[in-house]
């Protein structure tokens, strides 16, 4: 059992450039979210989902556009990469959306913008 | 604002040297306040949930309990695999986010 799979672990991005994280889970789990963890600052939220085609924004959206095409898959887009979003990305699952705080996280893409 | 706010940031025991973290919360409407441990390079992974004031929960040499106000991580006799950074995350009524704090990081020397 995979749980949450995260890829690529480490990319490198010029200012400007775009890129996808990808993320999978295979618990069949309804809600998934996205995280950016940085240096002296909690874990925030970037998007979440509570099910296939729902997606919302979190506390700090903007430069990332996300989708839920199926249960099992919740990527992230970068859609023009700046320096402030260099940091480590965990994406997390929960069986329901009313588990939303027990969550199963994947182990991180560490993504540095030059 | 929901507010978390963990301290300290930094501990040191002593193998054997029992400890507490705090976890001071602010946030409307609790529906649970949640702990977690992450080691290096690692996503956090889920130790415990509390809903209520007066709650305890279990794990090996960890126990949380909660209050109205905050919530700690008791470690009792601890070993150097306790060594980690613990997150505290609370989450209020009718809500979908988790506000986290910024974390105890916890070392245990042989």
Not at chain 1, 67 to 78: A, G, K, Q, V, Y
Not at chain 2, 14 to 32: A, D, H, K, P
Not at chain 2, 49 to 77: D, P
């Amino acid at each position: 059992n995979a749980g949450v799979t995260q890829t690529p672990k480490f990319q490198v991005l010029k200012t400007g450039q775009s890129m996808t994280l990808q993320c999978a889970q295979d618990m069949n789990h309804e809600y998934m979210s996205w995280y950016r963890q940085d240096p002296g600052m909690g874990l925030r939220l970037i998007h979440y989902s509570v099910g296939a085609g729902i997606t919302d924004q979190g506390e700090v959206p903007n430069g990332y556009n996300v989708s839920r095409s199926t249960t099992e898959d919740f990527p992230l887009r970068l859609l023009s990469a700046a320096p402030s979003q260099t940091s480590v990305y965990f994406c997390a699952s929960s069986r329901t959306s009313g588990l939303t705080g027990e969550l199963f996280f994947g182990e991180g893409s560490r993504l540095t913008v030059l | 604002e929901d507010q978390v706010t963990q301290s300290p940031e930094a501990l040191r025991l002593q193998e054997g040297e029992s400890s507490s973290l705090n976890c001071s919360y602010t946030v409307s409407g609790l529906r649970g306040l949640f702990w977690y441990r992450q080691d290096p390079g690692k996503g956090p992974e889920f130790l415990f949930t509390l809903y209520s004031a007066g709650e305890e929960k279990e794990k090996e040499r960890l126990k949380a309990t909660l209050t109205k106000k905050e919530s700690f991580l008791h470690i009792t006799a601890p070993k150097p695999e306790d060594s980690a950074t613990y997150l505290c995350a609370a989450s209020g009524a009718g809500s979908y986010q988790l506000t986290f704090g910024k974390g105890t990081k916890l070392s245990v020397i042989p």
